[in-house]
């Protein structure tokens, strides 16, 4: 298990289940183009690279294990070309995820605690606004892989989760029997022992401990009402992805609605999902005052709403790098809208 605070190390895998994994093999011609990115960057924006560290945060290039900068790095650029046919363009900034790529590596990140942890998640809500969030409910969490008895946990369903991971959990019934308890031993293992992300620059992943635990399952609150995605710029939220599960069809089907930071609608949608109709709930302005404050010690963050038909909004996750650096849109042209009210 990685030691509290010890920098991550990026040779020992993504810790994603093994269906999701993005087995990756990095020649030294990629390590050498690494390298001369690096140099490039380094040349054109000393600005960034060489910029001081400030108290209370934390940047890849000052957390990622030297030695091992190049391989994060000739990774990401691999997972960047792969999404965008092109490198990371950090003087010019043409795409809306070009900023994002920045900011794995040169990004001030405000640590202790980790914003990525889920189970930390509330230290970052400013105390004039705690009564106005929720968080689901969580009835046990753990350190080890050691699951709780039977009788430890009220009958019911639930979701199983990591609290350093994206897309890691499992929806349990519990119960469990004893081969479901078996099922779930290599995942719990994975979740503690192999840090998620920061193979490819998600260093934050990486950075603390990781923990276990069961969370309530919200499912039947959630029909009919958006997940929420509200992106902040220095504590102004500019954009929001309202996002409603497609439940005939799999997750990367979900149907979604982007708007400015006045609620107007936009045309554009993440490529391979649909655009829907929807507008936002009548105590929208209340999550965006949430987001706000929740935001303002960020250059930059997306935080992530779980609405259940309530004027508080449940706090889902901090999302430092969105979608990875590697979010694409239709038509196309949304691609610089979104960038020019998020950045503009």
Known sequence: MQNRGAPPDPTAGDGAPA????????????LDAAQRWLHAVDQARPDLTRAPSRPSYKRGIEVIVPDKLRLV??????EFHRAHRRKPDLLTYPGFCDRYFELKFFGYVPMPPNPAD???????????????????KRPWMS????????DQIAPGTYYLKRSLGNNDYAHIRWPLAPADRNKLQP??????????????GEWWYGISENRIFLEEDLT????????????VRRGEPRLINLIVQDEEKSRNTNVQRWFDADLRPLNGVTTGRRQGNFLPPPYARTYLKVAAGIGRPFDLVRIDFLDVGDERPMLSEITVCDYNARRRFDPPEFE???????FG
């Open 19 to 30: 269906s999701n994994a993005r087995r990756l093999t990095i020649t030294n011609a990629d």
């Open 73 to 78: 790095v000739a990774r990401a650029l691999i």
């Open 118 to 136: 889920k189970l930390t998640m509330l230290a970052f809500v400013p105390p004039e606004l705690r009564d106005q969030v929720q968080e689901p």
């Open 143 to 150: 350190q080890t892989t050691e699951l709780p008895a039977d």
């Open 187 to 200: 995942y719990l293992e994975r979740w503690l022992t192999v840090p998620y992300g920061v193979s490819w």
């Open 220 to 231: 039947e609150r959630l029909r009919g009402h958006p997940e929420w995605r509200v992106y």
């Open 336 to 342: 610089h809208v979104a960038r020019d009210i998020l």
